[in-house]
């Protein structure tokens, strides 16, 4: 048995035996000066160096550069698409739920309004955010549903995460 660490330090001798060479000659070819062509000047002034039968080459009309090459036939699809990219798409507002509390019957929400910074508590059916026109739609125990334009979403309470110190000793 031969020794597998030898081997392999002949493969890698022979392979660098190999390429270094061809390496070698691919980067000074890749980098060896080229020798300048050099070609006759042409002596224009004389008749002879002038074709014979010259072409009249006529103006290239730029007008039909201007001309539209294809226009998207008017449908029903693209003037609803039209109307659609008209219609402006209402944000809605950046909330936080903080906490929900139960009073009496009901379920009240602590929402937090980044854009005004506001804490407010709410329940259902009342107006939040002043210029935001928010209104809170319902309030769950876990979760409370806000309306702003038409458009409704539901926040869900996060669970506290629990932090478990351990005793040091």
């Known amino acids: ?3 597998p660490i030898a081997h392999a330090r002949r493969r890698t001798l ?5 390429a270094g060479p061809s390496l070698c000659a691919l980067a ?7 020798e ?3 070609l006759p000047a042409l002596d224009l002034d004389t008749a002879d160096a002038r074709p014979q039968n010259s072409l009249r080459i006529r103006p290239l009309g730029l007008a039909g550069f201007d001309a539209p090459v294809w226009q998207e036939p008017k449908t029903e699809r693209a003037t609803t698409l039209a109307t659609a990219q008209q ?3 209402v944000r809605f507002p950046d909330l936080e739920l903080i906490a929900i509390v139960h009073e009496g019957d009901a379920y009240r929400a602590a929402i937090y309004l980044p854009a005004i910074d506001e804490l407010v508590i709410a329940g259902a059916g009342e ?3 002043g210029d935001l026109a928010l209104t809170v739609s319902g309030v769950t125990a876990d979760a409370v549903t ?9 926040i869900e309470l996060k669970k506290p995460e629990i932090v478990t110190l351990g005793a040091s000793g």
């Not at 309306?147 to 539901?154: K, L, S």
Request: hydrophobic share 50%; charged share 10%; net charge positive.
């Open 28 to 34: 000074f070819w890749a980098i060896a000066p080229v």
């Open 146 to 154: 806000i309306a702003h334009a038409g458009n409704t979403r539901r």
């Open 87 to 89: 219609t402006p798409t």
């Open 14 to 18: 022979l392979t660098w035996l190999v």
């Open 127 to 129: 107006s939040i955010g």
């Open 36 to 38: 300048r062509a050099s």
């Open 1 to 3: 048995m031969t020794d």
